[in-house]
């Protein structure tokens, strides 16, 4: 099956920096890729969708600019958490979708995860 | 909005026991309706899925079924293994992206 990874799967940050955290689509190319957040027993929270080649489109509460998303190329999208603060911490899953044809084609296939932790 | 309400967690099992967990949604027209599985340390896996009302989805065991007049998609397994503890997320599809339910934890005992 499609496979997605995502790097790192565990960072520790101090306040006020940023972190950069990568999600790859391994055997596939990867039309759209999602973001999502989850909390301790709470569902994923779609952040933002991103096309291959154009600006993510954001879910409302989401700040663009706090969480900048580039998918540069069909097998990489990155978030990159931007002036990181405590309430950030949280686990981020990426999820990949493919094209036109293929295993992937209009399925997610998610990353394992990375867990975020802001001191 | 759309959304999905799943049972709370854990749901604790002895091996071979029957499980249910129970999912309903409320949606505007028709979507498709998934559940996703999480192992420890793993990203979620599509489980099963169901495109239409009455249909059923199955994978290794697991079974749920698309109802549209109870707006329900239960999850079914007739004898649960150890193995099979895990995080399970029902979830529906919207144009362009899923909606998930909170997620319910099966731990299963020997």
């Known amino acids: 099956g499609a496979v997605v990874s995502q790097h790192p799967s565990w960072v520790i940050c101090k306040s006020g920096t940023s972190v950069k955290i990568e999600c790859r689509s391994l055997?596939?190319?990867?039309?759209?890729m999602f973001w999502y957040r989850q909390f301790p027993k709470q569902s994923l929270m779609l952040m933002a969708t991103?096309?291959?080649?154009?600006?993510?489109?954001?879910e409302q509460g989401v700040e663009k600019d706090k969480f900048l998303i580039n998918h540069a190329s069909l097998t990489l999208s990155t978030l990159t958490v931007t002036s990181a603060h405590p309430e950030d911490s949280s686990f981020y899953i990426c999820?990949?979708?493919?094209?036109?044809?293929?295993?992937?084609?209009?399925?997610?296939?998610f990353g394992p995860g990375t867990r975020l932790t802001v001191l | 909005g759309n959304s999905v309400t799943q049972m709370e967690g854990p749901v604790t099992l002895s091996e071979e026991a029957f499980l249910t967990i129970n999912c309903t949604y409320t949606?505007?027209?028709?979507?498709?309706l998934f559940w996703y599985v999480q192992y420890p340390g793993e990203g979620l896996q599509l489980l099963l899925k169901?495109?239409?009302?009455?249909d059923k989805g199955s994978n290794k065991g697991f079974e749920a079924t698309y109802r549209k007049e109870t707006t329900s998609f239960h999850l079914e397994k007739g004898s649960v293994q150890v193995s099979d503890s895990a995080v399970y997320f029902c979830?529906?599809?919207?144009?362009?992206?899923?909606?998930f339910g909170q997620g319910t934890t099966l731990q299963v005992k020997p």
């Open positions: 999820s990949a979708r493919g094209g036109t044809s293929g295993t992937a084609y209009n399925e997610q296939f």
């Open positions: 055997d596939f190319q990867a039309t759209t």
């Open positions: 991103s096309n291959e080649g154009s600006k993510a489109t954001y």
């Open positions: 949606a505007t027209g028709y979507p498709s």
């Open positions: 169901a495109t239409k009302a009455d």
């Open positions: 979830a529906l599809s919207e144009p362009g992206k899923l909606i």
